[in-house]
């Protein structure tokens, strides 16, 4: 495809991109290539550092590149020195598919890193999985993706798409019924993450006797959402759950703006956790109370936190974002499954110890069952006073306080 909004990004769509790109895999050889040696370990990743995911790709590339850095200062990866190849796949099916075939064939990098979102990652992957090498995404939790029985598969956040914002739906039915909202509004992009955080929600809140009041699909790549808003508005609810990624999610806030709407309640997929350019996207005013889930935080206390926040700060002068932290970590885990192997030639052995064992990463303790789906919770965002605050669960809150969209306490 030429541009990502030609697709629509139905099941079909994601299984039968999976299966394209077995097909297309069918000559090529299978493991890493380079072996041992005194050279250095070579990593391959394609990332959407163009297109319509741009945003996160290029962060994610930034994650990689801390990670190589501080390894290298440390010594290394097994002793050598580490080198990452990183193509352009364009937000592009087809294209994300040729750049894997080619790290593997012509660069014949050693190990591999996943690419951004669970449209790519599925396509990825298949190439990855008929290779029989080991293959961690940083992002791309869609439940499509561990639905297909795959050996080398993992997922380097804490929890599949469909389980991101459970932390905060539990919450939301555990208030009071004076303080529970009485009907929600789902309004998503037509992405397979994005739908499946909505969808999980809206599971939750469902069984816990909250109504819906509204739920649509519109295509990825809509550049007006007045009227989604307005028909959100006179659906009654007062809450929302938005299925979104970084520019719709800009475009619905502004479009809230217009219409004067403030649900009690609203939570995003995705865009708040950009930062500050989601907080120069829709305004201070608007960030207000906004819900997120986010995989990580700036001031967590996990293990090497503080050492890929000054890197990083160093590297780029400028502060890192969420994608950044789960590019660094997704390579962590691969690493951490060298380490314990003690070798890059045996990638089902990579496999096979990330799925008997936990890893400690920047976004905490990580483990995966055997389809390499990660078996942890996400942390709950919110926007406070122009700043992101963690505040669920409470035991890791940075703020202690819950307030409304639009302010005021809850």
Not at 258 to 265: C, D, I, M, V, Y
């Amino acid at each position: 495809m030429t541009q990502l909004r030609k697709y629509r990004h139905s099941r079909l769509r994601l299984c039968s991109a999976a299966a394209a790109a077995l097909l297309l895999t069918a000559a090529c050889g299978q493991g890493a290539s380079s072996g041992g040696g005194d050279g250095p370990i070579k990593i391959g990743s394609s990332l959407p550092l163009t297109g319509e995911f741009s945003e996160a790709g290029q962060a994610t590339q930034k994650g990689y590149q801390t990670w190589v850095a501080l390894t290298n200062q440390n010594g290394g990866l097994l002793g050598r020195q580490v080198e990452i190849i990183v193509k352009d796949d364009a937000t592009n099916q087809n294209t994300v598919v040729t750049d894997y075939n080619a790290l593997i064939a012509q660069d014949k990098v050693d190990l591999l890193l996943g690419t951004q979102s669970s449209l790519l990652n599925l396509p990825a992957s298949a190439i990855a999985e008929r290779n029989r090498m080991l293959y961690v995404e940083p992002a791309g939790g869609a439940p499509e993706l561990f639905e297909r029985g795959f050996t080398y598969l993992f997922f380097s956040q804490q929890a599949t798409t469909d389980y991101q914002g459970a932390v905060w739906a539990k919450w939301v039915a555990s208030l009071p019924a004076d303080k529970r909202p009485r009907k929600v509004a789902y309004p998503s992009v037509d992405d397979p993450f994005s739908k499946s955080v909505a969808d999980g929600v809206e599971k939750i809140l469902t069984a816990a006797g909250i109504q819906t009041a509204y739920k649509e699909v519109y295509p990825l790549g809509t550049k007006n959402l007045d009227s989604i808003v307005n028909a959100v508005a006179a659906s009654g609810a007062d809450a929302v759950v938005h299925g979104s990624v970084f520019e719709d999610g800009v475009t619905f806030v502004r479009a809230m703006e217009r219409a004067n709407f403030k649900p009690k309640l609203i939570y995003q997929s995705q865009a708040p956790a950009f930062g500050k350019q989601y907080l120069d996207g829709v305004g201070q005013k608007a960030t207000e109370g906004m819900f997120y889930s986010t995989s990580w935080n700036e001031v967590a206390e996990t293990p090497g936190n503080a050492a890929f926040v000054a890197k990083y700060r160093e590297l780029f002068k400028e502060e890192p974002t969420e994608d950044a932290a789960d590019g660094f970590a997704a390579a962590e885990v691969v690493a951490a499954a060298v380490k314990g192997v003690g070798g890059i030639e045996d990638q089902k052995a990579l496999a096979d110890w990330l799925h008997a064992n936990k890893v400690d990463t920047i976004l905490g303790t990580l483990s995966w069952d055997k389809a390499g789906r990660p078996t942890g919770e996400y942390l709950v965002g919110q926007w406070q006073n122009g700043k992101a605050e963690i505040v669920l669960p409470p035991e890791v809150a940075t703020s202690k306080r819950l307030v409304r969209y639009g302010g005021g306490d809850l």
